[in-house]
């Protein structure tokens, strides 16, 4: 894991010139002042009881979604009056439980898979021994006319017919079976393709609606902080050190935030409603990221390893290549249709007319039937072309497959190499963020900076929060593309990254 660089030190806190007499009492006053609002917060935080979140705007209370959060904030949030809390909700490996069991495209899949499997039996069939059983009865009336005069009889005729049929040799019969043998090894690699996306879909959603929640919480944690800021400047406003203006500046700040909310649960109930779409289930908040989750680059390090791996074990390379396999299949099937048939046929044929001198006769015959085709009208040929065109076709498919699967795998890991630079940046950035507010709150009671200022450090530091969230989801994305390039996103990622959440 990447060691988070130390927490920058302020500077000693500047001495005060020394003022003539005449000049100091306004001075003394505005410290005295300071320091009495400062013991008044510090005692007595406004700190409410902790209260469920809810998607009214103009936050009250802190909700316990939030509180992880909390870090440098106005004194009237201190942190030693607050307990962290997690919302109970499903991880990941859960959720995909979920998605296996109610997804409509992952049960598409497989009721493929189960169709497909069957195109090796149907094939195979013409390899095996075909018995027929057949017969017919009638009626016949017959009316002649002779030297001795009309003849007219009726009479009955009963046949029976049993027939078995192996085929001996038969290319054609054959090379259609080896082709069924490669569709069912594509469909089989599909199904896995599925399996893949599907985990693709829920860790995209799993994510997306965890973003929003966190949003929706820095956003509410961010509207408390601006109020109590707010409150701070009536407070001193009523003292005569704020002005009007500073108390205008935040209440125009906390308007903007509450807008911003309103946005953020919109946004987190869309997410909701896409992740519904694959688990079938409603789920109101998932588990959060751990701190301590391991951020650590691929191994190997070397792009062109990963690169290569996806060019060669890429499911959809390796489906691709299944296909192009039948086509050649298909070009011997189209073929082998100028070749002959050699089949051993056994026969049962029983014979009755009453109209002759016999009752009944039967027969039985074991023969070696041969069938060689001499011209087919130009069909077998034009077959054969329109087969090695199919050739073509696959192969041109395999190398755009092969092409795809590289550049994805490349993609993946540039991003997840970019995330962890970002990640390390970002959690720079807001430990500056921290530092720079509680600079500015403390040179606020000293004059030495405005309650504008104050506010635009707490929205500098919000915003590298959540940029530092967005870095932590993108790594994790990368981390599922990559594997997915390769062809190695199984059940067992979706457990490792299971272990990265928080449990409440």
Not at 50 to 70: I, Q, S
Not at 137 to 161: H, I, L, N
Not at 221 to 245: S, W, Y
Not at 310 to 332: H, I, W
Request: hydrophobic letters at 40%; aromatic letters at 6%.
């Amino acid at each position: 894991m990447l060691e988070c660089p130390p927490k920058p030190v302020l500077p000693p806190a500047r001495s005060i010139p020394i003022i003539p007499v005449p000049y100091s009492l306004p001075l003394l006053f505005l410290l005295a002042f300071s320091a009495s609002v400062l013991a008044e917060e510090t005692v007595t935080p406004a700190v409410p009881d902790p209260a469920p979140v809810t998607d009214r705007p103009g936050p009250t209370t802190l909700d316990a979604d939030t509180r992880r959060y909390l870090g440098l904030m106005p004194r009237a949030f201190d942190e030693g009056q607050i307990t962290e809390s997690l919302p109970a909700g499903p991880g990941l490996y859960e959720i995909y439980q979920l998605a296996l069991d109610h997804d409509d495209a992952w049960a598409a899949a497989r009721a493929r898979l189960e169709g497909a499997r069957e195109a090796y039996p149907i094939a195979r069939a013409q390899l095996l021994p075909r018995v027929t059983l057949s017969g017919s009865t009638g009626e016949t009336r017959r009316e002649s006319e002779t030297a001795m005069g009309t003849d007219d009889r009726t009479y009955t005729q009963d046949t029976v017919r049993l027939q078995a049929r192996q085929p001996l040799f038969n290319l054609d019969s054959f090379n259609r079976t080896r082709m069924a043998l490669r569709e069912v090894d594509v469909s089989e690699y599909e199904l896995e393709m599925a399996r893949q996306e599907l985990i693709q879909r829920v860790v995209e959603a799993y994510t997306g609606l965890l973003l929003a929640q966190e949003r929706l919480n820095l956003v509410r944690l961010q509207a408390q902080a601006v109020e109590a800021q707010k409150h701070q400047a009536e407070r001193m406003r009523v003292g005569g050190i704020a002005t009007r203006t500073d108390v205008q500046e935040a209440q125009a700040r906390l308007d903007l935030i509450r807008a911003q909310e309103i946005q953020a649960v919109n946004q987190r109930d869309i997410r909701r409603r896409e992740l519904r779409l694959i688990t079938y289930t409603l789920i109101e908040a998932v588990q959060p990221l751990r701190e301590d989750m391991p951020f650590t680059p691929p191994e190997p390090a070397d792009m062109d390893i990963w690169i290569a791996q996806a060019g060669e074990q890429s499911l959809d390379v390796l489906a691709q290549t299944q296909m192009l396999e039948r086509e050649q299949f298909n070009v011997r099937r189209a073929r082998s249709q100028h070749y002959p048939t050699l089949d051993l046929v056994a026969g049962y044929e029983r014979f009755s007319n009453s109209d002759l001198g016999y009752s009944r006769d039967e027969y039985g015959r074991i023969m070696v039937e041969l069938n060689l085709p001499l011209y087919q009208g130009g069909r077998v040929t034009a077959e054969t072309r329109q087969a090695r065109a199919g050739v073509d076709e696959a192969r041109q498919r395999l190398e755009r497959s092969r092409r795809e699967s590289e550049l994805a795998a490349g993609s993946a890991w540039l991003d997840l190499v970019n995330s962890l630079a970002r990640i390390e940046a970002l959690e720079q950035a807001r430990q500056s963020s921290e530092t720079a507010l509680m600079a500015a709150e403390v040179s606020l009671t000293v004059a030495y900076r405005t309650f504008v200022d104050v506010l635009n450090a707490q929205q500098q530091l919000y915003e590298a929060r959540f940029e530092l969230l967005s870095a932590r989801i993108d790594y994790v994305r990368a981390f599922v593309a990559l594997h997915a390039a390769t062809g190695a996103l199984d059940d067992g990622i979706i457990e490792r990254l299971d272990g990265w959440l928080k449990r409440s």
